[in-house]
Nanobody, 124 residues
Framework: VQLQASGGGLVQAGGSLRLSCAAS????????MGWFRQAPGKEREFVAA???????YYSDSVKGRFTISRDNAKNTVYLQMNSLKPEDTAVYYC???????????????????WGQGTLVTVSS
């Protein structure tokens, strides 16, 4: 599967953005999907994930502010980001996993496919 992330940009603190990740190929509904981010000089970190079943996971840093969702008919996963903070500034990556994983899908090694990333910049 190929993943194309979009929706990044420059926003003021307190603002909102919605990221999209469009997947090519068939059987999108058979993938668990995740969002990660990487700030300059830092490691890639988990943001949110959504299972094939629809169950969702969030990192503590975004819980209550970000919402992950998926539209299987459109082969797309979304990340709605509200109440953005300067520390949310990063390149955001979407990822897909076709494995059977029972834990919280929160590490990069659980994913098989990655998108190219979209830059989110939050100004103070």
């Amino acid at each position: 599967v190929q993943l194309q992330a979009s929706g990044g940009g420059l926003v003021q603190a307190g603002g909102s953005l919605r990221l999209s990740c469009a997947a090519s190929g068939r059987a999108f509904n058979m993938y668990d999907m995740g969002w990660f981010r990487q700030a300059p000089g830092k490691e890639r970190e988990f943001v949110a994930a959504i299972r094939r079943s629809g169950h969702r996971y969030y990192s503590d840093s975004v819980k209550g502010r970000f919402t992950i969702s998926r539209d299987n008919a459109k082969n797309t996963v979304y990340l709605q980001m509200n109440s953005l903070k300067p520390e949310d500034t990063a390149v955001y990556y979407c990822a897909a996993s076709q494995r059977v994983i029972t834990s919280a899908l929160a590490t990069t090694s659980m994913y098989d496919y990655w998108g190219q990333g979209t830059l989110v910049t939050v100004s103070s």
